[in-house]
C-alpha cells in the first residue's frame, strides 16, 4: 500500500481515504502482496465505534491492531472537517464500500468469501450479488453463527477456497475480535470488517435517504425504522459519541 495520511477523529486513527482510494489500497494489496504476510486488517469507524472503544477495552485494542480504518460515519467525516486541517475527504459506508469493490472484480482480480449473518441471509446476499456483478467471484461463504471451537475448520475452508477479501459480517465488537484472533491462520489479503452489510443487500435493511445519510442522520433513520433493536444502544452511545468528537478530534494523530 501507499504512504497513507491519517487523522485523529472521536479519538480513533482513522484514514483520508475517499471511498475509491480504499478500494485503490484493496487492489494494490491484493496485487502486490507477500504471500507469506498476514492479511491485512480493514475496521470501520462510526459513532457506536467511538462509544464502544472508550467502553470496551479489548474492543479498542483490537482496533489499534487495523492497518487502515476507515469513516463509515458521515459524523466523523463532519468533525475532521469543522476541528482538523486535514479533513478526511468523504464517508466510505461499508454498505457502499461492499459494492465498490465487487465492481472492480473482473481487473482487479478479487475474490469475495462471505462470513456473516443468518444462513438465509448470507446465502441471498452471495445471489444477488452474483446477479448484480456477474464477474464478481464469490468463492465461499458462511453464516455467522459458529463457536470458538469452530473457528480453525472455517479458516480452512477459506484457505481452501482462495479468496482473496474476506467479509466479516459479525457485529461490533465480534467481528473485530475474529479478524485479529484468526489473522495469523488465513492467507486473503484482506479481512474487512462489514457490520450488518450483508442485511442491506437482502433488502432486510433499507438505507436512510441520501439527504440522511450527508447530514449524518443515516443513525436517526435506523433508530426510527428499528427502535426496539436499536432504542437503547442508539440512547446510550449517541450522546457519548457526539462528546468524543469535539473532544478528541485533531489533525495530530
Known amino acids: 500500500m501507499s504512504l497513507l495520511e491519517y487523522v485523529k477523529v472521536g479519538g480513533i486513527k482513522t484514514a483520508r481515504l475517499s471511498r475509491q482510494g480504499l478500494v ?8 502486490t502482496r507477500d504471500s507469506q504476510s498476514p492479511p ?10 467511538l ?3 472508550i467502553l470496551n477495552r ?10 487502515i480504518i476507515h469513516a463509515d460515519g458521515e459524523p466523523l467525516v463532519i468533525a475532521s472537517r469543522l476541528l ?13 464500500l461492499f459494492h465498490d469493490v465487487a465492481r472492480t472484480a473482473h481487473t482487479d482480480g478479487v475474490k469475495f468469501f462471505l462470513l ?24 465461499g461463504r458462511r453464516n455467522g453463527y459458529f463457536s470458538l471451537e469452530d473457528e480453525a475448520a472455517i479458516c480452512d475452508e477459506i484457505n481452501a477456497s482462495g479468496a482473496n477479501v474476506i467479509w466479516v459480517g459479525l457485529g461490533k465488537p465480534k467481528e473485530q475480535a475474529f479478524c485479529v484472533r484468526n489473522r495469523d491462520r488465513l ?5 474487512i470488517t462489514c457490520g450488518g452489510c450483508f442485511n442491506y443487500v437482502t433488502g432486510a435493511y433499507a438505507r436512510a435517504p441520501e439527504w440522511m445519510q450527508k447530514s449524518g442522520l443515516e443513525w436517526v433513520h435506523r433508530l426510527l425504522t428499528e427502535p426496539r433493536k436499536l432504542g437503547w444502544r442508539y440512547l446510550t452511545t449517541t450522546p457519548l459519541a457526539l462528546i468524543l468528537l469535539f473532544a478528541r478530534t485533531s489533525s495530530k494523530v
Not at 40 to 49: Q, Y
Not at 187 to 191: D, E, G, K, M
Open 40 to 49: 491485512k486488517l480493514l475496521f470501520d469507524a462510526n459513532g457506536h465505534a
Open 58 to 67: 479489548s474492543y479498542l485494542e483490537d482496533m489499534n491492531r487495523a492497518d
Open 187 to 191: 492467507t486473503s489479503a484482506w479481512l
Open 24 to 31: 485503490q489500497a484493496i487492489a494494490d494489496e491484493i496485487n
Open 84 to 96: 482538523t486541517n486535514s479533513p478526511i475527504p468523504e464517508r466510505s459506508a461499508t454498505t457502499d
Open 116 to 139: 456473516g449473518a443468518s444462513e438465509e441471509v448470507n446465502k441471498e446476499c452471495a445471489d444477488k450479488m452474483q446477479q448484480m456483478y456477474p464477474a464478481l467471484d464469490i468463492v
Open 51 to 53: 462509544a464502544m472503544a
